[in-house]
């Protein structure tokens, strides 16, 4: 690797790996399987021909490239379940602190963690998230919204009406 080169990957490194592990832990993978496939997406950063060198674009690159990883992941445990008849591994997250840990965030799907995250925790737009999720630019601005009226819905106790 190059020295300039080298610089740029030691500079996305250190600023995106926190984020991704996180992204990945609060998708659903476990600890440890979000610091393997961060590595794997880095790594693939590296060996990608083409990789873009700008900082929001290589960060949409890195997202795309874990999200791709974990999905192939968890198909492969699905197959390895159906095939052995065994329990899956443990895909979740460790406990946190606060709204992450408790019911109405572990209660969204993966899919609705992941966008919520991606728009709130990543500040991604629409778009960006479209890339990363392979969606439609439409479909994340629809399922964004569910997705948060789903969580709110979780978090506001409901009202009992007076008798």
Known sequence: MTPPRF?????????????????????????ALAEDLAQEAFIK????????EDPGAAKAFLFTTATRLL???WRRERRYVAWDDSTPANTTAPPADGLLSSGPWTALTPRERQLLWLAHA?????????QVTGLAPASVKVLLS???QRLKARLMPTEQPDD
């Open 146 to 148: 569910r997705a948060r």
């Open 71 to 73: 999905i192939d992941r």
């Open 122 to 130: 990543e500040e991604f737009t629409h778009a960006e998230i479209a």
């Open 7 to 31: 610089a740029a990957f030691a500079a996305l490194y250190a600023g995106q790996q926190p984020a991704l592990w996180a992204y990945l832990v609060r998708t659903g993978a476990a600890a």
């Open 45 to 52: 950063w590296l060996d990608h021909a083409q990789a873009p």
